[in-house]
């Protein structure tokens, strides 16, 4: 299985569970965008996401797989690259070559982590709880006041925005890096340096802003 | 009858070769697994042979002090090599080459060997082009060709600025399917330092692993010496630092004769020195001559101006320059041979019309190629009415094209921009024509040991055409030697492997150890570098652009002393047994010190000027070189004989049977 | 100009290393970077103690065997040249040098400077060739067209001097570049196509097996690379991996 063996085979699958992750994030900003909007909205769309088969026993596993491997592979490929170097350099002058946010991916994907887990614990595990271990009788209204109450708590809030910060560090560099490990670099890779940039900006601001909102809101 | 045999296969010219493959004997493949071959040096010449020995079958064991055999100094030719490929249909042939080459080493090389040598080139670039070096090409996919001094047709097949670097890559390739193969030994950071005979055979070297110190002892039924010039003997040449001639003078000191050591070509296009400190100089591609137009100030005033930073050279009007080269040669003005224009730019410097601040400078310009340039392609581009400007910018983008990694070179070392200014140059050590005397077979006098490339005598006689070297050394690695060397070690296949218990082995092993520890037991007070810099100069000043009986015999004097003093003086500090680059060098110098004697005392009984080799009594009233083939027209090949001073001169007479002797005239 | 030179010392390689201060007078504009490291060691010789040991040859930029990581950056801070190409005008009166061997686990050190990049050759000696025998019995070199975008895109993968200056700059300690080049150098070209699939594969397996770190796209090797070896060449090189190891 040289999926996992080779080092470009690693750094594929972090490609592409990586292109994967970012497709999610995009999903997952229209609908708390709705929010915003709309609580109805927010709250059928909510619905579908949570009661749907194909989302919940397809969708949702792939998804937890993707982030799996992409932090497994992210640990793996960051030990191995540490042992590469055993003496460090008295004097490093990275900045002159590359982005900080280049060479601190697994700074940033460890906040990140941190807050998935936090995310977790806030939103997955009780609703996974409600649905599948209490057996709670469905409600197709109850998104809503669940998601904003969760703003309420200033701490909280700043945490989310600080991890969506780093979010878009990680995608400042992740996601055209992504694109160029799985060997596309040619004459349209500056446009999508480009969009990267937008995205990597665009899509954190989204949910910090939704996430301001509702702290301001309340 | 001199007692040098050259085996000059009977019959024509152009039928010695072909004729000479068929009758010579081989070894049967199953045989050559049995044969071990040690190649010493992995550049054109040692890469190429080592790959296409193993690739018959033999076992083959390469040998450099560098860490890895694309290093080798094959790496640093840039301009291109030749090839009578008569792809532009110019009227290139196999015998025009051959006679270029000829009238090029101005009769002094052998005309069997470089006919030779002009026939398989061709081959050479369909060899190159299969095995993946990707030279210039035209639009339409088919190969382009260039230029170079000394010629009148393009038949310069190159790479940009850095054909020795794609030739030496390729070379390399191929060594390296067959180190996968196990095939080839790869002895990397080894260096040679005594080859061993026994029974008059060459069986095998002693070397020392540069990073542990370790002396070992490695055998073979041959060993192919490819070790490159000797031009670092003046301290200051285009030479790798490293590059050094003591295998070919320990093999010399073993018997092999040495021949024409005065012969060495100063090329013309050097960066020009700038100090006390320099370590060496670098070369700028002899191709830029293509475009590159050289002059100096036609009064000396402006010489002096210029090099007091009084005036810019692109003020001087065009009638204040002096184009010494497009007036004295104007059949082939700028390109020339090298020995013609280095010594021409030195004769413009003597008389005080040097351009930099030492005095020792001439510009190459290329102001005039980017406007014409510039012209061309603003018709191309069907601009009517281009501004000066624009011509500029449309030239400058052609000269970067073509030169762009030479011009950014020469600004990085020099600091100034040679788009906008004209380019300093002057002539500088770099190529070395002499070298071990090889007969046809390229086999020195030792049975068994054998020189290829830089480090033979045999292609280029008294001065060596531009793209030649290349063509020489992978010519005699590819093509030649892998032939030749069979006939020899057909009587070989019932040897078996050769040990290395022998006495001779021993022997070899305890001179050379003892030679190390007495070069680090004179704990003496001036370091290596030194005492290298200071025969530099000596060789220089005295036996280096222009010599003359009297400064000879100086220098034959001075560089004994210096020996003496070295052998007393010298400090080589650290160890044997670790890594002590300061006793490489310390052994390498002490090998330059005794050649260059012998350097000095060939230039002194060659009482003539020819090709590289000028001597001040010997010239015409126009200042060009006088040679005397009546008695002259012979290698002269030395023996050694217990020192340098002892050393006894044979002579193998050159018989031009195809070539009209006449005087070289690029006028 | 006068510097303060900091420079790794080790003896060998079982050995551990250390930084040592000189401090260097006279140090003139036009010398290049190594000729400045050559006054350092006369100088030491001169007093008797051992001169610093760094690798170097052709000084002329092309046959990479110098190296050094200058003031943290390989081949120090100038931008397309080796560190036998850089002057000391780069530096300023008064400046402190600091001057370390390349770092990676695959490159140990031999002495002081002076490192063993032999992972590299045998990464080309896994296959960085093109199988035809050096007989000359080729067919002619114009019966093989080459369009000058490939050749020209061959060349440029081809002017890789192997220095190590990617490895030296890489956060990973990665080969990527190198290898790439290497891999592209003949897979760009119609006589390097036929064996692309091998080779491939076996260049970047004895590339895993060195002990490289993995490519995280910084672009730390491109910006450092004193040829100027392009990022393209690594995609390049994970796009035909990526084929090769689906073909198997």
């Known amino acids: 299985m040289g999926l996992f063996t080779s080092s470009i085979a690693r750094k594929v699958t972090m490609s592409l569970s990586g292109l994967f992750l970012v497709i999610f994030l995009a999903q997952h900003l229209v609908i708390n965008s709705a929010s915003v909007f709309s609580p109805e909205t927010f709250n059928s769309w909510s619905h579908f996401m949570g009661t749907n088969g194909l989302v919940q026993f397809v969708m949702q596993p792939i998804l937890i797989i993707g982030v799996l491997l992409h932090f497994i592979m992210g640990f793996i490929l960051e030990s191995q690259n540490r042992k590469a170097r055993p003496i460090k350099y008295g004097v490093f002058k990275g900045n002159n070559n590359s982005s900080w946010v280049s060479r601190n991916m697994i700074l940033s994907g460890i906040v990140i982590l941190v807050f998935l887990a936090v995310h977790m614990y806030d939103f997955f595990f009780p609703e996974i709880a409600y649905k599948y271990v209490s057996m709670g009788p469905e409600d197709p209204t109850r998104y809503y006041a669940e998601t904003v109450g969760k703003f309420a708590d200033p701490i909280r809030t700043f945490g989310y925005v600080l991890a969506f910060v780093l979010l878009g560090m990680h995608l400042w560099h992740g996601f055209s890096s992504a694109f160029q490990s799985i060997g596309f670099n040619n004459k349209y890779s500056r446009a999508l340096q480009g969009f990267t940039k937008f995205y990597a900006v665009v899509v954190p601001l989204g949910f910090i802003f939704i996430a301001l909102y509702h702290f301001l809101n309340q | 009858m001199s007692i040098l045999d050259s085996k000059i296969p009977k019959g024509p010219l152009a039928e010695k070769w072909a004729h000479h493959k068929d009758s010579i004997n081989l070894v049967n493949p199953a045989n050559k697994r049995n044969i071990d071959i040690i190649v010493v040096g992995t550049g054109l010449a040692g890469g190429s042979a080592a790959a296409t020995l193993a690739e018959l079958g033999y076992n083959v064991k390469t040998f450099t002090y560098n860490d890895s055999p694309r290093r080798a100094h094959s790496i640093a030719a840039q301009g291109g090599i030749n090839a009578a490929k008569n792809y532009q249909g110019d009227g290139d042939s196999i015998y025009r080459l051959f006679y270029d080459t000829v009238k090029g080493g101005d009769y002094r090389s052998r005309e069997a060997n470089v006919y030779r040598l002009a026939e398989v080139s061709a081959n050479i670039i369909d060899q190159c082009v299969a095995q993946g070096v990707p030279f210039a090409r035209e639009y339409g996919g088919l190969l382009d060709n260039r230029s170079f001094g000394g010629v009148l047709v393009s038949r310069t097949f190159y790479a940009k600025g850095q054909t020795g670097q794609q030739l030496l890559l390729g070379a390399y390739s191929a060594m390296n399917r067959q180190i996968n193969r196990g095939k080839i030994k790869p002895y990397n950071r080894h260096e040679m330092l005594d080859v061993v005979i026994v029974d008059g055979k060459a069986r095998g070297i002693i070397a020392r692993d540069l990073v542990s110190g370790e002396i070992q002892r490695h055998s073979a039924h041959a060993v192919v010496l490819a070790t490159g010039g000797y031009g670092n003997i003046f301290f200051l040449s285009t030479n790798a630092m490293g590059c050094n001639a003591t295998a070919s003078w320990k093999v010399h000191k073993k018997g092999a004769y040495f021949a024409n050591p005065c012969f060495t070509q100063i090329h013309p296009t050097c960066i020009p020195v700038s100090g006390e400190h320099q370590s060496k100089l670098t070369l700028m591609s002899e191709s830029l001559r293509n475009d590159g137009r050289i002059w100096v100030p036609k009064k000396k005033e402006d010489a002096i101006a210029i090099r007091e930073g009084r005036l810019e050279p692109t003020d001087l009007k065009e009638e204040d320059r002096d184009y010494y080269l497009e007036r004295r040669y104007p059949s082939f003005g700028n390109l020339v041979p090298r020995d013609v224009a280095s010594r021409a730019a030195k004769e413009r410097c003597d008389a005080g019309y040097g351009v930099n601040a030492t005095g020792q400078a001439v510009f190459l310009d290329f102001a005039s190629a980017i406007e014409r340039y510039g012209k061309e392609q603003a018709a191309i581009h069907h601009i009517s009415n281009p501004s000066a400007a624009k011509i500029r910018e449309l030239g400058e983008e052609v000269i970067r094209s073509k030169y762009g990694n030479l011009f950014q070179m020469y600004e990085k070392i020099v600091d100034k921009n040679p788009y906008k200014t004209p380019m300093m140059i002057y002539p500088a050590v770099h190529y070395t024509m002499g070298g071990l005397w090889v007969d046809y077979n390229l086999s020195t006098t030792i049975p068994g040991c054998y020189a290829t490339g830089e480090c033979n005598f045999s292609d280029h006689g008294a001065n060596r055409l531009g793209a030649s070297a290349l063509m020489q050394g992978l010519a005699d690695g590819y093509f030649v030697l892998p032939y030749t060397i069979g006939d020899y070690l057909s009587n070989d296949i019932r040897t078996g492997a050769i040990s290395t218990d022998l006495p001779e082995f021993a022997q070899a092993e305890k001179e050379v150890k003892e030679r190390l520890e007495k070069l680090l037991n004179v704990k003496g007070t001036k370091s290596v570098d030194n005492f290298h810099k200071r025969l530099g100069l000596i060789m220089w000043n005295k036996v280096g652009m222009a010599r003359n009986a009297k400064g000879l015999k100086e220098a034959i004097e001075e560089i004994r002393a210096l020996r003496e003093e070295f052998w007393k003086d010298v400090r080589v500090p650290g160890g044997l047994n670790e890594m002590n680059p300061e006793l490489e060098k310390a052994g390498r110098v002490s090998d330059f010190m005794e050649l260059a004697e012998l350097f000095a005392m060939d230039a002194l009984h060659r009482e003539e000027s020819c090709g590289g080799h000028f001597r001040e009594e010997y010239q015409t009233e126009e200042g060009e070189a006088l040679r005397d083939d009546e008695n002259f027209m012979y290698v002269a090949a030395w023996e050694y004989k217990g020192a340098p001073s002892e050393s006894v001169m044979h002579k193998e007479s050159l018989d031009y049977e195809n070539i009209k002797v006449a005087t070289r005239s690029y006028k | ?248």
């Open chain 3, 1 to 248: 100009m006068k510097l303060t030179l900091k420079i790794w010392r080790q003896k060998n390689g079982q050995t551990k290393g250390a930084f040592q201060t000189y401090s260097l007078d006279n140090v003139s504009g036009d010398m290049s970077f190594l000729e400045m490291l050559d006054v350092l060691n006369e100088d030491l010789i001169n007093n008797n103690e051992e001169p610093v040991v760094f690798d170097h040859d052709c000084r002329e930029g092309i046959c990479g065997a110098c190296s050094l990581q200058i003031n943290g950056e390989p081949h120090g801070p100038d931008a397309l040249i080796t560190t036998c190409q850089l002057h000391m005008r780069s530096f300023n009166d008064g400046d402190t040098i600091t001057i370390e061997p390349f770092r990676a686990a695959a490159f140990p050190v031999i002495k002081d400077l002076m490192v063993d990049r032999s992972a590299f050759e045998r990464i080309q000696q896994a296959g960085g060739y093109i199988s035809v025998n050096t007989s000359g019995n080729t067919i002619d070199a114009n019966t093989i067209p080459v369009d000058k975008a490939s050749a020209d895109a061959a060349f440029d993968a081809a002017t890789c001097i192997g220095c190590g200056a990617c490895v030296a700059a890489c956060k990973n300690a990665s080969a990527m570049l190198f290898t790439s080049a290497k891999v592209s150098q003949f897979s760009l070209l119609p006589q390097g196509k036929v064996e692309a699939t091998q080779r491939v594969l076996n260049m970047v397996e004895q590339m895993d097996k060195e002990g490289f770190g993995n490519c995280t796209n910084t672009g730390a090797c491109e910006a450092e690379c004193p040829k100027g070896i392009s990022l393209e060449f690594i995609a390049r090189m994970n796009r035909e991996y990526l084929k090769a190891s689906i073909k198997g």
